[in-house]
């Protein structure tokens, strides 16, 4: 698991939650506080390492991308708890391997799913047609139909606002991604906070996971087709040229840096 309770701790972090750190003092490896895991030897606690079917193979890796969507997904059924709430479609911005995860997830709770993404070659489209849902480029206002649930997996602000908007009334909308900053944009927002406010909408925010998500994710790839989820990792890099795993084209999903020898 990538996060490592804060030391203190707070009242979440002291409750196996430290997903939800109230206090920022968590630590995270090669990202926060603690070294990464691309190195010769590294020491992990047992309560730190997460059981991962082993006909899963190399696709084990998606195990920490997933475990964030099974948090996304725990986080919104929670919600839709606090009322009648049966949703039947979903929409997904961005179809990497955070979005494509997510559109998985959602297509394993049986709703309608449509993704947006301004790729518009390469192996994304077919991916998730084959998922058995419908590719969007272009506009998200013009898919056409209003989702239930929409799990916004690009961080581009216009976008996320445009989403906010699209949903039915009382819809969920799950913020994945994180905008860069230092883009103005021109939002009425007295507009938006009227609707959100008459259709009892929801916009929130996660990353992160901790044990439960991890075995939930786990579990989600293990039922999904084995085929599909290898066809997620487009590039396999050799650890001596890891430099090459960080140009992205559009024919990439998920590159990984091998350290087989």
């Known amino acids: 698991m990538v996060r490592h309770p804060d ?29 990464g895991f691309a190195r010769q030897r590294f020491r992990v606690q047992a309560d730190r390492l997460i059981r ?23 986080h919104i059924e929670h919600i839709g708890r606090r009322a009648r709430f049966n949703p039947r479609r979903a929409l997904i911005t961005g179809a990497g391997p955070i ?7 959602a297509r394993q709770r049986g709703l309608e799913v449509d993704v947006l993404d301004r790729v518009v070659e390469g192996p994304k489209p077919l991916l998730v047609r084959d998922l058995g849902g419908t590719y969007h480029t272009g506009d998200v206002a013009a898919i056409g139909a209003q989702p239930d649930i929409a799990v916004e997996c690009t961080g ?12 039915t009334p009382g819809g969920i909308v799950c913020l994945t991604g994180v905008s860069s900053g230092g ?16 259709e009892n909408d929801v916009v929130f925010g996660t990353v992160n996971a901790n044990r439960r998500h991890y ?22 890099v050799p650890m001596a040229e890891w430099q090459s795993a960080l140009d992205r084209t559009a024919h990439d999903v998920k590159p990984v840096i091998n350290f087989s020898p």
């Not at 030391?7 to 920022?24: H, I, K, L, S």
């Open 7 to 35: 030391p203190v701790p707070c009242t979440n972090c002291a409750a196996g939650e430290w997903d939800m750190c109230r206090n920022g003092k968590y630590t995270e490896h090669g990202i926060k506080g603690l070294h």
């Open 52 to 74: 991962v079917d082993p006909a899963l193979g190399r696709l084990g890796v998606l195990v920490e991308p997933a475990s964030i969507l099974a948090k996304a997904w725990e």
């Open 99 to 105: 979005g494509l995860l997510a559109a998985l997830m």
């Open 156 to 167: 581009a602000g216009q976008l996320v606002f445009e989403v906010m908007r699209l949903t």
């Open 183 to 198: 883009r103005k944009l021109q939002i009425d927002m007295g507009q938006l906070n009227t609707t959100m406010v008459l």
């Open 215 to 236: 075995e939930a994710a786990a579990a989600a790839l293990a039922q999904a087709d084995r085929a599909w989820l290898g066809r997620l990792i487009t590039r396999s």
